[in-house]
């Protein structure tokens, strides 16, 4: 079993002994912290653990160590029926004071645990690398035959079957990448219309969305994703992201340039400078020993985006660590992201970065 750095042990050690020490005479368990914390957003007992494991803890995100110094800051935190997380607002001179403290605390502890150790300098496992004989097969959309032109169209004597997969730009960065870190298993790649049983029973990999890629669409409703992609008539040129979030829809939409905004009224082009891109690793429900991963966008910036976020030279590696603190199990997640857009380019997110993952599940 791998040991954690030192610095995230110290902080792991702390949050165990504030919720069993703080008060020596209320019986804290993890999940009555993890229902009182969770107010503010769904927490899990199980997360809470990850936070306190004394061989690999998880590191928690900033926000949730400001609720912790918020709760036990204030004894009416666990006065009530049920304990529960006061507003800000609400504490005290003394209990704001205890607050300041605690949470400058914390976030020292939170710091002291990002700083690169001996665990940090070894190779993440990337989301790429499959450990067995796979195969894997990467399936695109197709596009209408009003979206190319005579070249894709099998009866040209210059036909070239790529011109009709949608999102080409992601498969190409995605398949010489997965190539690079699979050297000796089998990759192949398809457009969905073309799909067969026997190629739903590796790894999967779906590039687009639910228009133009039926594989995308059935798989999104056979595995229940807490992130949905629907129409909406705000966005004619794409589908947007939704999340139900306490029986409330929650929508993610792209960002144009305010100038060119409404120029589509007059028939002209608006230009897109913030997409949204989606990527999902869960198991294939085909064949639990292998994987389903889903690179999705509300356009093809965002599904680009979402494929180099874990491609990129410069960044992968930065946002696989991502991955790994915050996820208990990274081979289940899905991060929603905004994919910035500079010059009609996709730039790569980084999921450190602020304002970065829109959405995440499983939620810390």
């Known amino acids: 079993m791998p040991l954690a750095q030192p610095g995230l042990l110290l902080l792991a050690q702390r949050l ?21 914390l ?18 690999s803890p998880k590191l928690p995100p900033r926000n949730r160590l400001t609720a912790y110094a918020r709760f036990f800051a204030a004894y009416r935190s666990i006065e009530g029926d049920q304990p529960c997380l006061l507003p800000l607002s609400d504490l005290t001179d003394e209990e704001r004071d205890a607050y300041d403290v605690l949470e400058a605390e914390l976030l020292a502890l939170h710091d002291a645990a990002r700083k690169p150790s001996a665990r940090d300098e070894l190779p993440v496992r990337g989301t790429w690398h499959f450990d067995d004989t796979g195969p894997v097969t990467l399936i695109c959309g197709q596009l209408p035959p009003d979206r190319t032109g005579s070249f894709a169209d099998p009866v040209d004597p210059n036909y ?6 949608a ?16 050297p000796t298993v089998d990759i192949f790649f398809k ?5 067969v049983p026997d190629d739903l029973s590796g790894h999967i990999v779906l590039l687009g969305g639910i228009v133009w890629n039926m594989i995308t669409q059935r798989l999104s409703e056979m595995t ?15 589908e947007i992201f939704v999340v139900d979030r306490d029986g409330i829809e929650q929508k993610f939409l792209p960002t144009w340039d305010p100038e060119t905004r409404d120029s589509v009224r007059y028939g002209e082009s608006r230009i897109l400078v913030e997409d949204v891109g989606l990527i999902v690793r869960i198991r294939n429900p085909f064949n639990s020993n292998r994987s389903l991963t889903i690179c999705n ?14 491609t990129d030279a410069r960044l992968r590696d930065w946002n696989e660590r991502y991955i790994a603190d915050y996820f208990a199990d990274p081979s289940t997640f899905a991060i929603l992201m905004r994919v910035p857009v500079i010059a009609g380019q996709a730039i790569t997110p980084d999921f450190h970065a602020p304002g970065c993952v829109l959405y995440q599940w499983p939620e810390a």
Do not use: C, F
């Open 297 to 310: 966008g509300i356009h093809s910036r965002g599904v680009l985006g979402a494929v180099r976020a874990l």
């Open 160 to 165: 070239t079957e790529l011109l009709s997969y």
């Open 16 to 36: 165990g002994h504030l919720r069993e020490h703080h008060w020596p005479e209320v019986r804290m368990t993890q999940a009555a912290l993890a229902k009182a």
């Open 191 to 195: 457009l969905s219309t073309n799909v």
């Open 224 to 238: 229940r994703l807490p992130v949905r992609q629907i129409y909406d008539p705000e966005v004619m040129t794409g």
């Open 167 to 182: 999102d080409l730009d992601a498969l190409v960065e995605l398949l010489g990448h997965i190539r690079a870190e699979n």
């Open 38 to 55: 969770g107010s503010e957003g769904s927490l899990s007992s199980a997360t809470v653990s990850s936070w306190e494991s004394s061989t």
